[in-house]
């Protein structure tokens, strides 16, 4: 699976590259510090470095400083 994320005021999805387990952890830190942030992910299925499907539901998250 290929997941993407955007964070609070990003217009644009980062690719966090393919992903062959059920478990992704993002570990990079608020934008700006002491904030809570919303996050929102999305992941598509992969075959052969090409991105095949539907991109998933986006799932949001608010992440605590």
Request: glycine share 4%; no cysteine.
């Amino acid at each position: 699976m290929l997941v993407q994320s955007k964070r609070d005021g990003e217009t644009a999805w980062t690719d966090h590259g393919v992903k062959t387990d059920n478990a992704f952890v993002d570990t990079r830190l608020p934008l700006e510090a002491n904030k809570p942030e919303l996050r929102r992910y999305r992941q598509i299925y992969v075959k052969k470095d090409e991105p095949v499907g539907l991109w998933s539901d986006v799932v949001s998250v608010t992440v605590q400083p």
